[in-house]
């Protein structure tokens, strides 16, 4: 069946640091590739996504590019901030067509903390 | 558009008392899941539906029902509450064919079963 896997947490960094949260999947086929956002309290928001290999997914200066060759979807940012302290999860959807849409695959998420 | 929106935010049972949690959205999307969350294993899909009157089971079911008989609404009941559901609760919509599919989070049950 389909998986992922994420780095193990949490994850403590200094403002302006550069992050990186490793993310790596298993599946059948060329699924599409996610990574959401939970801030304190809240429920999950899309960040980006990517949905072929080799694609590379980008928003409010994190990035993730799909390598299908290592079934990798990294994320990172150059410079991290106070307010990107949060939890973030990958994700993967399968492109099998019909009611595959409507299932997401997650890992087990990663909690950033960021420091002024 | 309010979007996804669930309730109750927060619900305290006792073992083997039924309840049910709603969720409903406001965008006409097709299809809608029930995804439960705990500490270090992520999000898992309970159940989900591609449209009215049509269901399938996810990763986790048992111990819950779903049923959605129209297209804003897919309620989550649980018959008989047990300790091992304590838990926090998302339900989620999407487009079907011909749309992005990305998937929109309501803000969250959060569940405790005593």
């Known amino acids: 069946g389909n998986s992922v896997t994420q780095m193990e947490g949490p994850v403590t960094l200094s403002e302006e640091a550069f992050l990186t949260i490793n993310c790596t999947y298993t599946a059948t086929g060329y699924p599409s590739l996610f990574w959401y956002v939970q801030y304190p309290g809240e429920g999950l928001q899309l960040l980006l996504k990517?949905?072929?290999?080799?694609d590379k997914g980008s928003n409010k200066g994190f990035e993730a590019t799909y390598r299908k060759e290592t079934t990798s979807f990294h994320l990172e940012k150059g410079s991290v901030q106070v307010s990107d302290s949060a939890v973030y999860f990958c994700a993967l959807r399968p492109n099998a067509g019909g009611t595959s849409y409507g299932k997401l695959t997650f890992g087990q998420g990663t909690i950033l903390t960021v420091h002024p | 558009n309010a979007g996804v929106t669930q309730t109750p935010k927060f619900q305290v049972l006792k073992t083997g008392q039924s309840m049910t949690l709603q969720c409903a959205q406001d965008m006409n999307h097709e299809y809608m899941s029930w995804y439960r969350q705990d500490p270090g294993m992520g999000l898992r899909l309970i159940h989900y539906?591609?449209?009215?009157?049509?269901?399938d089971q996810g990763e986790v079911p048992n111990g819950y029902n779903v049923s959605r008989s129209t297209t804003e609404d897919f309620p989550l009941r649980l018959l008989s509450a047990a300790p091992s559901q304590t838990s926090v609760y998302f339900c989620?919509?999407?487009?079907?064919?011909?749309?992005?599919?990305?998937?929109?989070f309501g803000p969250g049950t959060r569940l405790t079963v005593t």
């Open positions: 989620a919509s999407s487009r079907g064919t011909g749309g992005d599919h990305e998937q929109y």
């Open positions: 990517a949905t072929k290999a080799d």
């Open positions: 539906s591609v449209g009215a009157g049509i269901t």
